[in-house]
């Protein structure tokens, strides 16, 4: 039993009608079906959480049209490789064969000068890209090659997916269907997988490998004890990736830089992308920090220019610098609070006129009819200022920016008392 590939493996399904999940693009007259149906198949890049099934997918679909499948990771793969695959393909088409599926895992992970090197192959039809990606292409891929591909997004998999997927395992795997498997509870063992079914499989085979007993009752704390005693397994390869970036933002939020450098170093342990921790910084710069220090924003971003330039190792010195900047930094939530009361204002008041003091006014038709009239320029007056109004008249007076408790916001504070007085009530 321990020469056997793991469980996921050995239940790679390998027809479409075997595949668990997104019904949306492989389910019968789904357009990802059709295309696969019909042999007319474009590049594409599939877009989803891991475990989803990317890969597997992507090897489905070679198989189902006798396509040779070339698969290569870009976590430990260059413009070599490429040129490489691109090179049999070239050979194979010069000799009238089929032409091959190019696989790249985690094509987000490319540079822009190892995803221009597919570029020429896409385009003259050497090869047909399949990307798998956990991040939005829309900024991870060139836009020279996403013009070139189709993006098909998985999703999550249901539960429904999920226990269908251990049902099958306990049926059919020859070493689990030795056994009496009986799921008294699934919150857990679901819980625990994060819709991931790779790793839905390896916990359960973890379990079910944890006794010699022919008959397995599965507990939630059956299944939280067994696991928790082997969690280093799953915590190296990054699998909590959900709950371990969310132990890393509220690290920072709650002004820990002790909690915020160790949840990254399980990260980096873990082979995460260093890419999606920057782009976490970035996002809570704003979020978290705000005006109560406006340069975190500008360290989050030289931060997350600086990874994506540099790659690892190095960039874990940058990320851990720009972590403990960002957990030590004065906190505010009031620009995110101020848009959501904004958002929400326009939601509930709807598309209100602009008053016609603040529309421009490039015709003289619209200056005859008022626009522009009573525009007070800010310039022209002492100090850059006058009292006038912005908001449409239905909402005028609205307090919509609540600046936070921290000494740069509290200057906010008065200097928005002083040129406004009563307008802004703090």
Not at 14 to 38: C, F, M, W
Not at 54 to 59: E, H
Not at 234 to 246: A, L, M, N, R, V
Request: with cysteine.
């Amino acid at each position: 039993m321990n020469n056997l590939p793991p469980l996921a493996e050995r239940m790679r399904p390998a027809t479409l009608d075997d595949y668990a999940g997104q019904q949306h693009l492989v389910g019968k007259g789904a357009v990802l079906r059709k295309a696969i149906e019909s042999g007319t198949l474009p590049s594409m890049i599939f877009w989803g959480p891991p475990g989803v099934g990317k890969t597997t997918l992507a090897y489905i679909i070679s198989q189902s049209l006798y396509r040779p499948f070339f698969s290569l990771s870009a976590i430990n793969s260059g413009v070599k490789d490429v040129r490489e695959v691109i090179e049999k393909a070239s050979i194979l088409k010069q000799q009238g064969e089929v032409l091959p599926i190019l696989f790249i895992d985690e094509i987000h992970r490319f540079s822009k000068s190892q995803q221009d090197s597919l570029l020429g192959a896409v385009e003259r039809g050497i090869v047909t890209l399949i990307g798998a990606t956990t991040e939005n292409p829309s900024f991870e891929v060139i836009s020279a090659l996403l013009s070139r591909c189709q993006v098909y997004i998985l999703k999550h998999l249901e539960e429904s997916d999920l226990m269908g997927l251990l049902d099958k395992a306990s049926k059919e795997d020859p070493i689990l269907k030795e056994k009496k498997i009986e799921i008294v509870e699934n919150e857990a063992i679901l819980r625990l997988s994060g819709g991931d079914a790779r790793k839905l499989l390896n916990v359960f085979e973890l379990l079910v490998n944890s006794t010699d007993k022919k008959q397995i009752k599965l507990t939630n704390k059956y299944v939280l004890d067994h696991v928790q005693q082997n969690m280093a397994l799953y915590d190296k390869t990054g699998e909590q990736h959900y709950d371990i970036i969310s132990a890393f933002i509220k690290s920072m939020r709650g002004s820990d830089p002790n909690g915020a450098v160790y949840w990254l170093a399980r990260m980096i342990v873990g082979g995460e992308d260093p890419v999606f921790i920057s782009r976490r910084m970035l996002i809570l710069a704003s979020e978290d920090i705000g005006n109560a220090n406006p340069n975190a924003l500008l360290l989050a971003q030289a931060c997350f220019d600086s990874v994506r330039a540099i790659g690892m190792p190095e960039s874990q010195l940058i990320m851990s610098q720009t972590a403990i900047y960002l957990a030590t930094s004065p906190k505010s939530n009031a620009a995110t609070t101020a848009i959501s009361a904004a958002i929400a204002l326009v939601k509930a008041t709807g598309d209100l006129p602009v008053p016609l003091h603040l529309r421009n006014a490039p015709t003289k038709l619209m200056k005859n009819i008022g626009y522009g009239k009573d525009y007070k320029y800010a310039h022209s007056y002492e100090g850059n200022f006058t009292d006038q109004d912005f908001l449409p008249d239905a909402v005028s007076g609205t307090q919509i920016f609540q600046p936070g408790n921290n000494a740069k916001e509290n200057e906010i504070r008065e200097k928005m008392r002083k040129l406004w007085g009563n307008r802004y009530k703090y």
